[in-house]
């Protein structure tokens, strides 16, 4: 992998911990939030090796979907998770009126733990004829 995208993986992974924080003191929507941004990260990370990148998310949603679910590389159940999870990733403006449960939540980080590993096994360690 790049240092790109080490940095978004990195940065996926602190808003996983704070997913968990949060969850861990009821705070729902901003738990899912930062559960769905850690998968974001690692969306981005996975089209970077493609150099594609995209300013709005469900254009990112949709090229993740395109390049690595339709095509086998990913199973179909990230893009699943990530579509779920969109509408709470600004916590102060849930673009959804569904309940989130606590165990929607719960989830979310889970699923949010697995795509970082799904990154870090399919990016590989960051190489030195990668730097940019």
Known sequence: MTIDQQELLDAARENLRAARSLQSF????AAESYAYRAMYFVAQ?????????????????????????????????FHEVLV???????????QTDKKLT????????SQAEKFIELGERLLGPVTEHNHH
């Open 102 to 109: 606590r165990a929607n939540v719960e989830s979310h980080i």
């Open 45 to 77: 990370a996975h089209l970077l090796q493609f150099s594609l990148a995209y300013s709005k998310h469900p254009e990112t949603i949709a090229a993740f979907r395109d390049r690595f679910c339709d095509t086998g590389l990913v199973p179909r159940q």
């Open 26 to 29: 009821g705070n729902n929507k």
């Open 84 to 94: 779920a999870a969109l509408p709470y990733r600004d916590e102060a403006f849930p």
